[in-house]
Nanobody
Framework: QVQLVESGGGLVQAGGSLTLSCAAS????????MGWYRQAPGKQRELVAA???????NYADSVKGRFTISRDNAKNTVYLQMNSLKPEDTAVYYC??????????????WGQGTQVTVSS
């Protein structure tokens, strides 16, 4: 019904940059809050950044000043621009989207995850 497709992950050296994209498609009437989470091996999944429908943003303390979340409603896409990457940023990154479907239901969806690896 609703599909999230992530892209942009990969291998980058410490200090480098990477941009993640997450495009939503399907029975979408409206996108509400959108966010990025990450999970490193042996650790809990954590919120990295979130953006509301009015473009208010929130970031984890560990990424403030380095990461920027943005959205393009016309493309049903959320982005995560990651700068000054550190080895501790290495994780699988997942997008998460709150959606109101064309049938009037409120739902939440996860992307498939994309690997980000930062070498020292």
């Amino acid at each position: 019904q609703v599909q999230l497709v992530e892209s942009g992950g990969g291998l980058v050296q410490a200090g480098g940059s990477l941009t993640l994209s997450c495009a939503a498609s399907g029975n979408i009437f409206r996108l509400n809050a959108m966010g990025w989470y990450r999970q490193a091996p042996g650790k809990q999944r954590e919120l990295v950044a979130a953006i509301t429908s009015d473009t208010s943003t929130n970031y984890a303390d560990s990424v403030k000043g380095r990461f920027t979340i943005s959205r393009d409603n016309a493309k049903n896409t959320v982005y995560l621009q990651m700068n000054s990457l550190k080895p501790e940023d290495t994780a699988v990154y997942y997008c998460n989207v709150d959606i109101k479907t064309m049938r009037g239901y409120n739902d939440n969806y996860w992307g498939q995850g994309t690997q980000v690896t930062v070498s020292s």
